[in-house]
């Protein structure tokens, strides 16, 4: 067995994903496919001929390039690891590019992500850590490993550090380049006068300078020299060669200022001194304004509980109570918890009741009942009784821990609108070195005089106006707020993808029961035919149904218990999958199902059931062998905010479809009561996936809303997948974002969450584009002819380092977002 990596081109969406996977499913020894649309690579394990695949992925239209697989050896063994990487070192888009490349380059790496925000990457596959960081230092930057669930108080006293250490190099470069700015402006002399005094005065300066170069500015001339011996070019690059060329030709003017026209014996210390200043004066900006984008993740961790109160047995075996540090808790501990506390690790109530705020996990206000048997959270907050429960989940296996790390992870992921700043990284910094060089010839050879100061001006200020450094933060800044707002209201986003793709929906296909229902049917009729009673009916019932776990079967039991009537025991049970259940009682064969299965067995459904699917209530037919007995009503109540939930999804401008197992007219009449568009009745579970790809033939970019388990392969094959339910009985892993809460509003917000985090990136990759659009040609002197003179490079230094301060600002103006929720 292999693993084989191809260089593909032109896959950019989960549809693509998918015709990909079918393409290559069709090949004889494929064991497993991964696609990776950020490294453009299939991933393909099996002993399949690199011909076929390749054969494969051109016929479904993904070219592959002229480049051999990557190949590398696969045991059953070896399983895909994901870790985490604190870098160094990035200071652009174009870093970002240089780390992935290196990282995806490395044997065993699937995948491989890096959040320029936060300075990490996210890597998957089977490469040791020691490998990865090892390739990230080839390439010229540092890493560390980073555990999801770590404490982040270390990073955060980290990122506090280099905040002061900006600020101490910011007043470094301005203390001397202000006043030498001063200066200029208020008239003095800034040119150099051969045998003055003045020569000697400037050379004192430049010296000065040279001190602020080496340390203010040492990290960009040290980033500049490990990007030039990994044949690279970054913002380092720009700012090394700028402040560099200002400073080299100041001090050729200071010392050898007879070889030079006396016009051009100009120097440009404060130049060097003020754009230093500046550029860290707007890092030191973007780190405090970065730290507010993770502000979801912090409020997250501090809900956690610090200590918790342990029941443990004394010397003699008399029940003692102390408090521990929560992380000495042990699954199975016996755990109380008093009024006004936190629950401290995940766990099921052994005794007492309480009512629990859940708020953190749902995003529903409402407080929830809890009583002996209950599960409850980690981090939920006890508002009533005392609670005695045993811990099944600590550390980082409770939901609160899986939530942060999914948090975390998702705020590192990067939407396919970001890779549009990838792409344009990767020719970006060259490109604008190559302008310098053509806007300096140009006005040494054409421009007027002094030419050799216009020539240094146009080329120092292309240089420094032209850092990257906005380009790279537009979409990592964004998707940390947005990722982070939607945690707040109880939406856990996995993926970039989901993000972006949620804001372009015009289809959702919402699961009837448990999503739009309650997911708690009751028995509410019982028709009976000729000669037949109420409670033998049900006895039957019950059961027939005593061996199922399905909702309807729970029902039918708890109205039987309700009544006190007690189930005989069957035999020869079987449950047959979107049909019903049989079995044998006393020696007879009975059947309870839909009226399609048992006409399709022959049994003569003579009963009018339309009474009950005009209320909504799911009819089931009770025979023995041939003969019905009777029909047994069951009804899943609406709740009580879907009506207004699914308004809000038209609104929006979407077509809402109802898909469910029920009969044609209960779903009908579930459907007037919520306003859908548009049923799918009859549905069998295995069916579901189909419809929403029919769907999807027809060009609609659809949603899948489900319970996230039963609905897995319909989540799976829609573009995006809402898995919805309550608290930690959802499953966090079955789809691109699940709802914590069980309300259909938590699907709007969501969209609308989106919406909001894919406009605020398209605002800050116009502005990134824009500014560079038009700050690289001005600087290059367009204007000249128009103004007569030529961009400061002080000026062009304080504008690069406002485009970033202004990208983060604008990211964080999500943090005031607020999904409405008005009633229509």
Same mark, same amino acid.
């Given at each position: 067995?292999?693993?084989?990596?191809?260089?593909?081109?032109?896959?950019?969406?989960?549809?693509?994903?998918?015709?990909?996977?079918?393409?290559?499913?069709?090949?004889? =020894?494929?064991? /497993?496919? !991964?696609?990776?649309? %950020? @490294?453009?690579?299939?991933?393909?394990? +099996?002993?399949?001929?690199?011909? *076929?695949?390749?054969?494969?992925?051109?016929?479904?239209?993904?070219?592959?390039?002229?480049?051999?697989?990557?190949?590398?050896?696969?045991?059953?063994?070896?399983?895909?690891?994901?870790?985490?990487?604190?870098?160094?070192?990035?200071?652009?888009?174009?870093?970002?590019?240089?780390?992935?490349?290196?990282?995806?380059?490395?044997?065993?790496?699937?995948?491989?992500?890096?959040?320029?925000?936060?300075?990490?990457?996210?890597?998957? =596959?089977?490469? /040791?850590? !020691?490998?990865?960081? %090892? @390739?990230?230092?080839?390439?010229?930057? +540092?890493?560390?490993?980073?555990? *999801?669930?770590?404490?982040?108080?270390?990073?955060?006293?980290?990122?506090?550090?280099?905040?002061?250490?900006?600020?101490?190099?910011t007043w470094l470069g301005l203390g001397l380049g202000v006043p030498l700015m001063a200066w200029g402006l208020l008239g003095g002399n800034m040119m150099v006068q051969p045998g003055t005094a003045s020569q000697w005065i400037w050379l004192a300066i430049g010296l000065l300078t040279l001190a602020v170069l080496a340390t203010a500015g040492r990290h960009f001339f040290v980033g500049a020299w490990k990007a030039f011996r990994n044949h690279n070019a970054n913002m380092d690059t720009l700012i090394a060669l700028g402040t560099g060329a200002a400073w080299l030709y100041s001090m050729a003017v200071v010392l050898i200022p007879a070889a030079l026209p006396e016009a051009a014996r100009h120097v440009y210390f404060e130049a060097s001194a003020m754009i230093i200043g500046l550029i860290n004066l707007g890092q030191a900006l973007e780190v405090r304004a970065r730290g507010k984008t993770s502000e979801a993740v912090k409020r997250?961790?501090?809900?956690?509980?610090?200590?918790?109160?342990?029941?443990?047995?004394?010397?003699?075996?008399?029940?003692?109570?102390?408090?521990?540090?929560?992380?000495?808790?042990?699954?199975?501990?016996?755990l109380r918890v008093r009024p006004g506390e936190k629950i401290a690790v995940d766990g099921i109530v052994e005794e007492g009741e309480s009512r629990l705020d859940e708020s953190m996990l749902t995003g529903e206000p409402m407080p929830v009942s809890k009583t002996i048997g209950d599960t409850v959270s980690a981090g939920t907050l006890n508002e009533?009784?005392?609670?005695?429960?045993?811990?099944?989940?600590?550390?980082?296996?409770?939901?609160?821990?899986?939530?942060?790390?999914?948090?975390?992870k998702a705020q590192g992921s990067k939407p396919p609108i970001g890779r549009l700043a990838d792409d344009v990284s990767a020719v970006f910094v060259p490109t604008i070195m190559l302008i310098a060089v053509v806007a300096a010839m140009a006005w040494f050879n054409l421009g007027p005089e002094p030419r050799i100061t216009h020539m240094l001006i146009s080329a120092t200020t292309v240089l420094i106006i032209a850092c990257p450094c906005a380009l790279g933060l537009a979409t990592p800044m964004s998707v940390m707020v947005g990722v982070g707002k939607a945690a707040e209201h109880g939406i856990l986003i996995r993926e970039g993808d989901a993000l972006q793709t949620s804001s372009k929906l015009d289809t959702i296909?919402?699961?009837?029961?448990?999503?739009?229902?309650?997911?708690?049917?009751?028995?509410?009729?019982?028709?009976?035919?000729?000669?037949?009673?109420?409670?033998?009916?049900?006895?039957?019932?019950?059961?027939?149904?005593?061996?199922?776990?399905?909702?309807?079967?729970?029902?039918?039991?708890?109205?039987?218990?309700?009544?006190?009537?007690?189930?005989?025991?069957?035999?020869?049970?079987?449950?047959?999958?979107?049909?019903?259940?049989?079995?044998?009682?006393?020696?007879?064969?009975?059947?309870?199902?839909n009226r399609r299965w048992l006409?399709?067995?022959?049994?003569?459904?003579?009963?009018?059931?339309?009474?009950?699917?005009?209320?909504?209530?799911?009819?089931?037919?009770?025979?023995?062998?041939?003969?019905?007995?009777?029909?047994?009503?069951?009804?899943?109540?609406?709740?009580?905010?879907?009506?207004?939930?699914?308004?809000?999804?038209?609104?929006?401008?979407?077509?809402?479809?109802?898909?469910?197992?029920?009969?044609?007219?209960?779903?009908?009449?579930?459907?007037?009561?919520?306003?859908v568009d548009q049923v799918m009745a009859e549905v069998l579970p295995e069916d579901k996936a189909k419809k929403v790809k029919a769907l999807q033939d027809k060009g609609r970019i659809v949603a899948m809303v489900g319970d996230g388990i039963n609905d897995a392969p319909a989540l799976a094959q829609a573009d995006v997948g809402f898995a919805i339910g309550t608290g930690t009985d959802v499953a966090i892993e079955s789809a691109a974002i699940t709802l914590m809460g069980g309300s259909l509003h938590g699907v709007a917000d969501a969209m609308a969450i989106s919406s909001a985090t894919v406009r605020n990136i398209k605002q800050n990759l116009f502005g990134a584009f824009i500014y560079n659009s038009l700050g690289v040609p001005v600087a290059a002197g367009v204007l000249y002819p128009l103004t007569g003179s030529l961009l400061s490079p002080v000026i062009a230094g304080a504008a690069m380092s406002l485009s970033s301060v202004t990208v983060v600002s604008n990211a964080n103006r999500l943090r005031l977002f607020k999904p409405q929720r008005g009633k229509s």
């Open positions: 067995m292999q693993t084989q990596r191809f260089d593909i081109q032109g896959a950019s969406c989960q549809s693509c994903v998918r015709k990909i996977r079918e393409a290559l499913s069709a090949i004889a =020894g494929i064991d /497993d496919v !991964q696609v990776d649309l %950020d @490294a453009q690579q299939v991933t393909v394990t +099996g002993t399949a001929d690199s011909a *076929d695949v390749q054969a494969a992925l051109a016929k479904a239209g993904y070219a592959v390039e002229d480049t051999p697989p990557h190949t590398a050896s696969a045991s059953p063994a070896s399983t895909d690891q994901e870790q985490q990487l604190a870098i160094t070192g990035a200071t652009c888009a174009a870093c970002v590019r240089t780390i992935e490349n290196a990282l995806r380059n490395t044997a065993g790496v699937n995948q491989a992500q890096m959040n320029f925000a936060d300075r990490t990457a996210r890597v998957s =596959g089977t490469a /040791d850590t !020691q490998s990865l960081i %090892d @390739a990230v230092e080839k390439a010229g930057y +540092g890493a560390s490993p980073v555990d *999801d669930n770590d404490d982040d108080g270390a990073r955060e006293q980290q990122e506090q550090q280099h905040y002061r250490r900006l600020l101490r190099h997250l961790l501090d809900l956690g509980a610090k200590t918790a109160r342990v029941v443990r047995d004394g010397p003699n075996h008399e029940k003692r109570e102390q408090d521990i540090p929560v992380e000495q808790v042990q699954t199975d501990d016996i009533g009784g005392t609670l005695l429960y045993r811990a099944t989940a600590v550390g980082k296996d409770t939901a609160l821990s899986r939530i942060v790390a999914l948090v975390k296909v919402l699961d009837k029961t448990g999503t739009i229902t309650e997911g708690k049917p009751a028995l509410t009729d019982i028709l009976c035919a000729e000669g037949q009673q109420e409670d033998h009916l049900l006895q039957l019932a019950a059961s027939l149904e005593s061996g199922s776990e399905h909702p309807l079967a729970r029902a039918i039991l708890e109205a039987a218990q309700q009544r006190d009537i007690s189930p005989d025991r069957a035999d020869n049970f079987h449950a047959l999958n979107g049909k019903g259940v049989s079995a044998t009682l006393n020696g007879k064969s009975y059947r309870l199902g006409e399709s067995e022959g049994i003569t459904a003579n009963l009018d059931s339309s009474s009950l699917t005009e209320r909504g209530a799911t009819p089931l037919f009770l025979a023995e062998g041939n003969t019905l007995l009777g029909i047994l009503g069951v009804a899943d109540r609406i709740k009580e905010d879907s009506r207004d939930a699914i308004a809000r999804l038209k609104d929006q401008g979407l077509t809402v479809v109802m898909i469910t197992g029920d009969i044609q007219a209960s779903a009908d009449a579930i459907a007037k009561q919520v306003g």
